[in-house]
């Protein structure tokens, strides 16, 4: 069925720019720390500009925060734990967090617009996907609050007191949800470090915590780069660490948090999507590309590995080259966008290198022929065929909108080239035959498995990886492990 | 007419089933609790941890295949064999502990019934630990535990019996497969022990035990890149530089606590798998 | 239970014995048929379900919506299928086919008129000779449950009384036992009683329930000689969706892949509003392509659409939102 006797061109119909409204952000010029409740400047007096990587303009002025800035904010956390949060009941701090929920689901159009003008990712992503799923995490772990001792780690689980918790800049505004929801529920108080690129819609989360008169100190949220991080990780009065972003920084921290502090880390992957030939072709390639080109590729459990069926190969890459020649990349504020922009010149140089290696290494380039804009950080989304297990593009986590196509001929042969990756986070099985999707998904030694499905995040579905890929979980009764004592 | 001459028994390692002495040929006097020249015991080495760690991951693989209710059968068999032989390991817990031996025998009393329970964990653990998640959409979403893999484990170095089975037992029982290095002073109750697993239908290399120096050998062990994760009981003072070696390859690792949850040591070598399926006609 | 016929069925008409599988390149027998259809690769509901819900999403503004909401008044099949049915409404009907928005000659007239057999002559000749076409249904419309003999010549009388288009029902019966042979034979057996008429095929996919019977249904038709596939007759619960569209029109791209030949797709029930229609437009435009953005290739079954479409497409101009009252009730 591969004689193409006939070309109908998809997406011919063109759609009109439909933007959503930039003035929407509300944003300030300048944002402090947010510190005991209330944004205060940093101690050195330094900003820095978080900017829009699809212009390159600047957004907001944001605080860098010094050690002593790290040190003030943990102080901050400390007092409140004893003082006022540790002394909490938990049906008043679930009613916190129920608040802190029904707060961002009224400003989600706000915030949304945030994500899309700081981050990058289309605005129908940030709509539907980020802002809703950062209020639904809220709402689920609120209900945890005051049911602890049901939670299945023993009678009176304590909570572990000061968290320190940083996270990446791919979801910026849904990992903070993802980090303070089941800290507070269990108990603890929090000192939050966005990522350098992506501070804002965390200042904005700042602003509802005021709303939600959230207990000053309980939340702290610190705006800096990698220092104010490491500061966060090395200060003695932080009881747990838990981070989001790449494993050569997850090393790092894993190595300086040592076993004096808790510590939960979510890292990088390769996710394997694994294609059998029986599989639901369409949705099959609607899979594909939602693996790898949701949020541009900057996603750790991304499939960025394909591995399908030598049977079914050419039929697959067919359609799935024509599914990505209709992807609509450009202006992230518009609705109709499907791939934004790289988040930064530094990660588009990134991209940039390892596709190179793509290439040099002998595999098929295929690069949509959409056009780019000539201002920002873009990158076309791009495939590579004829990939093999030991190329640079099949082992290393490229954090973009690249994927990397490889064949096998046996479910065996399929789990072993799945597993053949220092990582374990996410993988994809697409196959009609249920008997065999559990055989697969038995022996891949990830932390998710989606099948006949990619990419989807629940609050109540535990996350997180095995091997270099990290440990813990987040989400689900599982993601209450990492701040309780138990 | 002579006394007969007893056989002495020669200490050695459990690496994939067998019984090698160390490669390196090395062997270091072990003496009892009240200083009295016991045996010479083999002294592992690197390379000797290096081959217990191939046994292990050819074998966690097979032990991960088994039904949890044939692992519960072989644990149990295990703690079997141990108390048939409960006089005998009662003995080596006396002489290396220093205890008397109605404190002997209550030690390892409780040594088997920790390796009952453990037997008896295999097929609740999934069920304990795992579960449902109701997602808001068409999937069937469920979580169950895995094994991490190869846990390597610094035994307890005071409790010879009691403690190592604590080390071992937990993370096998979960489908990991084991190499540990046993009490540097106290080596002998662990190697008995562990001879019996021989005789338990435990698969080569699911248990690997390895005697010798525990500043020589654990260091070896933490940053070893097939292993997954990492028990640190008798690790001691040097347990805070293992635990950052071990970050090199993002290992779990385990240190044991005051107040301590009797689940922990069991959940540390446990990964979660989310499977999502879809729902639809 | 009764066993699929490995040999062809014998279908006569007037004595006559009708040439069915054997005569299509490739089928043998109803084995061969299932085996082909039974290959084709299943449909996951959820991810069908989740592709159109995205796609939903797809904002139309300014000129796109223009484009559309006329492109949609030009595939409309404007259709009265009731028991109440008078030559009266029909002949209006027909004015508002060939001239939907009297006061606005700028607005294309409609693809087609959709009647019963017995007003096809009156709406031919209501319809002089406009550019609208008769489309008539027929087969023992909606239900199917007649002798083969009995649709043929339900058929021939509507083809014979003028219809351009004749929209037969498949027998769902036949389908949901297994006899894909005899649904096979019955639309060649439609298709040759057509003539020169194109031929649409009903597929009644709320019967059909599942989308993996959608899809095969759909294959069967394409393979019989059907120029359309259609979702529905309009007279059950569950008519035309946007995924069993989805699915639908993937198929139909994948025939035209294989065999080069290009088979429309029309939805059918409980299409009423400009959004609904332009939603439909969004999924053919990315997944099937131009070749089905157009009304030789996709049709709405629809009545009470038109209006609305009417209406929008006036908003669109003026800015203001425009009173029911200015279009016809027809």
């Known amino acids: 069925m591969t004689d193409l006797t006939l070309s109908s061109r998809l997406g011919a119909l063109p759609y009109d720019p439909a933007p959503e409204s930039a003035t929407l952000a509300h944003l300030r010029q300048s944002y402090g720390l947010f510190v005991n409740g209330e944004f205060t400047a940093p101690e050195s007096h330094e900003q820095f500009a978080s900017l829009n990587p699809a212009t390159e303009e600047p957004l907001a002025s944001v605080a860098m925060a010094s050690p002593l800035d790290v040190d003030r904010a943990v102080v901050a956390a400390r007092r409140a734990y004893d003082k006022v949060w540790s002394k909490t009941t938990g049906t008043e701090r679930a009613k916190y967090l129920f608040r802190i929920a029904r707060l961002i689901q009224e400003r989600a159009r706000e915030l949304a617009v945030v994500e899309t003008l700081d981050n990058g990712k289309p605005i129908r992503e940030s709509r539907d996907v980020d802002v809703p799923l950062a209020a639904a995490h809220f709402f689920y772990y609120a209900g945890w609050a005051d049911k602890l001792e049901h939670a299945g780690f023993g009678p009176n689980p304590r909570p572990v007191g000061v968290a320190g918790q940083i996270i990446p800049w791919n979801f910026p505004l849904l990992m903070a949800a993802w980090k303070l929801a089941p800290a507070l529920a269990a108990g603890n108080t929090c000192v939050l470090k966005p990522a350098e690129t992506t501070p804002l819609s965390a200042l904005v989360l700042a602003e509802i915590l005021q709303q939600a008169d959230l207990p000053e100190g309980v939340v702290n949220i610190v705006t800096g780069d990698g220092t104010t991080g490491a500061a966060l990780v090395d200060h003695p009065g932080v009881d747990k660490i838990a981070f989001t972003g790449s494993t050569d920084v997850g090393r790092l921290i894993q190595e300086r948090a040592g076993s004096a502090k808790r510590l939960t880390l979510e890292l990088g992957g390769k996710g394997a999507n694994i294609v059998f030939e029986d599989a639901p072709i369409d949705e099959v390639v609607e899979g594909i590309i939602d693996g790898i080109f949701f949020n541009q590729g900057h996603v750790c459990c991304a499939g960025s590995r394909l591995l399908v069926q030598e049977s079914v190969a050419d039929e697959v890459l067919r359609r799935l080259l024509r599914r990505v020649d209709q992807l609509r990349v450009g202006d992230p504020l518009d609705k109709n966008t ?79 080239k799945a597993n053949n990756s220092k990582y374990g986070l996410a993988c994809g099985v697409w196959s009609e035959k249920g008997s065999r999707t559990l055989w697969v998904a038995q022996r891949l030694r990830a932390g998710v498995i989606w099948a006949n499905t990619y990419n989807k995040f629940d609050p109540t579905s535990p996350f997180g990886g095995v091997r270099e890929s990290g440990f813990g979980r987040e989400g689900g009764r599982h993601g209450l492990e990492a701040y309780l004592d138990v | 007419m002579s006394e007969r001459l007893d056989v002495k028994k020669t200490y050695k390692l459990l690496v994939n089933g067998a019984f090698p002495r160390s490669e390196s040929g090395r062997s270091y006097p072990v003496m009892s609790a009240g200083g009295d020249f016991l045996a010479n015991v083999a002294q592992g080495s690197r390379k000797d941890l290096r081959d217990a760690v191939v046994a292990a991951r050819s074998a966690q693989s097979k032990w991960w295949a088994a039904s949890a209710y044939n692992r519960g059968q072989v644990l149990y068999r295990w703690a079997e064999m141990a108390e048939s032989r409960g006089a005998e390991l009662a003995e080596h817990v006396r002489v290396a502990e220093g205890l008397a031996a109605k404190d002997a025998r209550a030690s390892v009393a409780r040594a088997i019934d920790r390796l009952v329970w453990y037997a008896g964990w295999t097929d609740k653990v999934a069920q304990v630990l795992g579960g449902a998640n109701p997602v808001a959409g068409p999937f069937f979403n469920f979580s ?114 005051d107040d301590e949850n009797p689940l922990r040591r069991l959940r540390s070598f446990v990964e979660t798998s989310t499977v999502w399926h879809t729902i639809g006609q | 239970m009764s066993i699929a016929p490995l040999r062809p069925i014998e279908i006569r008409d007037r004595g006559v014995l ?61 259709t009265t299928l009731e028991g109440a049915d008078t030559p009266g409404r029909v002949s209006s009907l027909c004015a508002k086919a060939m001239r939907p928005d009297p006061a606005d000659a700028t607005v294309t007239s409609v693809a087609a008129v959709c009647v019963y057999p017995d007003l096809v002559a009156l709406a031919r000749s209501s319809l002089g000779d406009s550019p609208v076409a008769v489309a008539s249904v027929a087969t023992a419309f909606p239900s199917g449950r007649a002798s083969l003999e009995v649709k043929l010549l339900d058929v021939r009388d509507a083809v014979s009384a003028g219809a351009d288009e004749i929209d037969m029902v498949i027998d769902r019966g036949a389908f949901l036992a297994g006899h894909w042979g005899r649904v096979f034979d019955e639309i060649v057996a439609v298709k040759a009683a057509c003539g020169a008429a194109h031929l649409k095929v009903i597929l009644e996919t709320g019967e059909l329930v599942t989308y993996d ?69 969004v999924v053919v435009n990315e997944t099937a392509g131009d070749a089905w953005l157009d009304p030789a290739c996709f049709r709405f079954g629809a009545s009470s659409l038109l209006n609305d479409l009417l209406m929008q497409r006036r908003k669109q101009r003026t800015g203001a939102y425009v009173r029911p009252d200015e279009y016809s009730g027809d």
Not at chain 1, 368 to 373: G, N
Not at chain 2, 239 to 246: E, I, T, V
Request: a neutral charge; hydrophobic letters at 45%.
């Open chain 1, 338 to 416: 499907d791939v934004g922009a790289i988040n930064s010149s530094a990660q588009l140089d990134r991209i940039r290198e390892l596709t190179s290696w793509g290439e040099r290494e002998g595999a098929t380039r295929y690069t949509s022929s959409c056009a780019l804009p000539d201002k920002g950080y873009w990158f076309a989304p791009t495939v590579f065929a004829d990939v093999s297990q030991s190329h640079r593009i099949a082992r290393e986590e490229i954090f973009g909108p690249v994927l990397s196509v490889l064949t096998f001929r046996t479910p065996e042969e399929a789990v072993a």
């Open chain 2, 144 to 257: 169950l535990p895995a094994p991490s893999g190869v846990v390597a484990v610094v035994a307890d170095q005071d409790s010879s019996l009691e403690g190592f089975v604590e080390c071992v037992a937990a993370p096998i029982c979960v489908g990991n497969a084991v190499v540990a290095i046993a009490s540097e002073r106290r080596p002998t109750p662990a190697i008995t022990l562990a001879e019996m697993t021989v005789t338990s239908d435990l698969p080569a290399g699911v248990l690997n035990v390895v005697s010798g120096v525990t500043s020589e050998l654990a260091p070896h062990l933490v940053v070893h890149e097939d292993v997954d994760g990492v028990d640190l009981t008798g690790a001691g003072a040097a347990g805070d530089d293992l635990a950052r070696r071990a970050a090199a390859s993002i290992k779990r690792v385990y240190r044991p606590r």
């Open chain 3, 18 to 78: 009708v040439p069915a599988l054997i005569a299509v390149p490739g089928f043998r027998d109803e084995g061969e048929l299932r085996r082909f259809v039974g290959a084709l690769s299943g449909v996951d509901a959820v991810g069908v379900e989740g592709r159109v819900a995205k796609l939903a999403t797809r904002s139309l503004k300014k000129s796109t919506k223009a484009t559309a909401i006329d492109l949609a008044i030009s595939m409309v099949d404007l």
């Open chain 3, 213 to 281: 019977n959608v899809k095969r249904a759909s294959w069967i038709a394409m393979l019989a000689g059907a120029d359309f596939i259609k979702t529905s007759t309009g007279k059950v619960g569950v008519n035309a969706t946007l995924p069993v569209a989805l699915v639908m029109l993937e198929a139909a791209r994948d025939f035209a892949e294989t065999t080069g030949r290009v088979v429309g797709v029309k939805v059918a029930g409980g299409i009423r509003t400009t959004k609904d229609a332009l939603r439909y437009l």
